[in-house]
Nanobody
Framework: QLLASGGGLVQAGDSLRLSCAASGLGLPFNMYNMGWFRRAPGKERGFVAVIRWSGDNTYYADSVKVRFTISRDNAKKTVYLQMNSLKSEDTAVYYC???????????????WGQGTQVTVSS
């Protein structure tokens, strides 16, 4: 399973760091590419960022590029999303996911966390 944490209510311009701890996956954690997705109110789930299993390749949605940083600690089986300069449009439930493809398509992820709410007030 994937357990996401770190969400909360912040002001525009603030920072937050989300964490996602993995356990019980079918393969070792360091074989999975890890992604972050989000669902804003009234919108479909959207891609945020992905990091390769090795940690040496990342890819971001244009809307978060430069402001967000995805990272992972394979020893701790945890992936992080550092979010800086938050905007009201970043308000969403954030989900972490594990998959065997380095992909921005949610259909390539077989494991999902429960989501953590991020609310940014302007």
């Amino acid at each position: 399973q994937l357990l996401a944490s770190g969400g909360g209510l912040v002001q525009a311009g603030d920072s937050l760091r989300l964490s996602c701890a993995a356990s019980g996956l079918g393969l070792p954690f360091n074989m999975y590419n890890m992604g972050w997705f989000r669902r804003a109110p009234g919108k479909e789930r959207g891609f945020v960022a992905v990091i390769r299993w090795s940690g040496d390749n990342t890819y971001y949605a244009d809307s978060v590029k430069v402001r967000f940083t995805i990272s992972r600690d394979n020893a701790k089986k945890t992936v992080y999303l550092q979010m800086n300069s938050l905007k009201s449009e970043d308000t969403a439930v954030y989900y972490c996911a594990a998959g065997l493809r380095h992909s921005s398509d949610y259909r390539n992820y077989g494991y999902w966390g429960q989501g953590t709410q991020v609310t940014v007030s302007s």
